[in-house]
């Protein structure tokens, strides 16, 4: 299938590939995500569990949540942080729960900006550049909030900064 193909294509050009994050497909994620804090979203990455629900039909988000916020959990320094901190957040303090808030705030650009460039890879490797200009236009429509970077208003600008990024300093390995 295509995701396991684009899992390959991740570890032959960066030696990575998800392991320990699970996915799940669905024919209506609506359903899961009515049950959730953010009902309004296409589909959804929890650290904690390292779990991405998207549905079956996207594999543009497949893409994103699976590989791309999966990824970044699994590997990147503040990725495993954000699991720790959603791991035992029953047990901070409020002190500790605003500093994790404000970190993550924060770093969300880089969180989704890496999941945004993954999803942009994957599907310019695999040859579906009719899926990706279709992605780029919805970017548009959907909104981002930093209160970091006030600047970026929406994931298309996020994306736009990531490969802004990507132009000046190449492709990183």
Not at 18 to 43: C, G, I, M, R
Request: with cysteine; proline share 3%; aromatic share 12%.
């Amino acid at each position: 299938s295509l995701i396991v193909q684009a899992s390959g294509i991740l570890e032959d050009n960066f030696k990575i590939k998800p392991k320990k994050t699970k996915l799940y497909l669905y024919e209506d994620v609506q359903e899961f995500l009515n049950k959730t804090k953010n009902p309004q979203a296409q589909s959804m990455f929890f650290p904690k569990d390292l779990s991405a629900h998207v549905p079956r039909a996207r594999l543009d988000l497949i893409f994103h949540e699976y590989h791309g916020h999966g990824l970044y959990c699994e590997h990147a320094k503040y990725g495993k942080k954000m699991i720790e901190d959603e791991k035992k957040f029953q047990e901070m303090n409020k002190e500790k729960i605003q500093e994790a808030l404000t970190l993550n705030e924060y770093l969300k650009p880089d969180f989704e900006g890496h999941a945004l460039w993954t999803e942009n890879f994957l599907l310019r490797e695999l040859g579906k550049e009719d899926l990706l200009e279709k992605r780029l236009k919805e970017l548009e429509t959907l909104t981002f909030q930093s209160q970091f970077n006030p600047e970026l208003k929406t994931q298309k600008d996020v994306y736009y900064r990531v490969k802004k990024f990507e132009n000046t300093f190449g492709k990183l390995h």
